[in-house]
């Protein structure tokens, strides 16, 4: 079985501009949760999508948006970077049901502002 | 807003001694969960734990639960290179159900030297 898959892996931009990542989940899960990683404040939670609807949202402005489609897959995107957007963006997807409740994670996307 | 409070952030071994991770938090948890980051991957659960007082054993791993599960413990007998990653505390941001939305601590950087 497939795991979580981000894209891009890498990627570099200049403040003012915008971003978009993908997530891919793994196949049969259909929430998809979104988390920002940085030496400072560790990982934070940004938004979870369920069934194509925000069903979660963290402490972020409103430059951080996403969405969820048809098929699971999701984007975020941040508009008008500023330096302190650069962190290690991760997607995780879970399995609606499962007592456990582990989420599992792809293995990032490296934005990097300049 | 539940905080946890990881110690130590950072740890620094010889191969063969043993450590132990502490995760605290002023509220009870509903459930408990570790995971393990190493470099260029996203976090894998490791374990969850739900009882108070539960204790579970992974190989040369320990958790523990508090039995007020307010707090959680990891030990690691005869740490080995490959322990080296960094080590995640996480709780459920939301109430009940399985969601996507974790609260983190702020990890414990592990370097187990040869």
């Known amino acids: 079985k497939a795991g979580v898959t981000q894209t891009p892996r890498y990627l570099i931009k200049t403040r003012g501009q915008q971003v978009t990542l993908s997530c891919s989940p793994i196949s049969g899960h259909r929430s998809v949760s979104w988390y920002q990683q940085t030496p400072g404040q560790g990982l934070q939670f940004l938004f979870e999508?369920?069934?194509?609807?925000?069903?979660n949202k963290g402490n972020f402005p409103g430059r951080f948006s996403g969405r969820q489609f048809s098929n699971s897959r999701s984007e975020m995107n941040v508009s008008t970077l500023e330096l302190g957007d650069s962190a290690l963006y991760l997607c995780a997807s879970n399995q609606e049901g499962a007592w456990t409740g582990e989420l599992f994670f792809g293995e990032g996307s490296r934005l990097t502002v300049l | 807003t539940q905080l946890l409070e990881q110690s130590p952030q950072f740890l620094s071994i010889q191969e063969g001694e043993n450590l132990t991770v502490y995760c605290n938090s002023s509220s009870v948890f509903s459930s408990l969960q570790w995971y393990r980051q190493e470099p260029g991957e996203g976090p894998v659960l490791l374990v969850t734990v739900v009882t108070g007082g539960e204790v579970k054993k992974l190989k040369r791993l320990t958790f523990q639960f508090g039995d007020a599960r307010k707090d959680s413990s990891l030990h690691i007998t005869a740490a080995q290179p490959g322990d080296t990653g960094l080590y995640l505390c996480a709780s459920p941001g939301g109430f009940g159900g399985n969601t996507g939305k974790l609260i983190f601590g702020q990890g414990t950087t592990l370097q187990v030297k040869p």
């Open positions: 999508y369920f069934s194509e609807t925000q069903r």
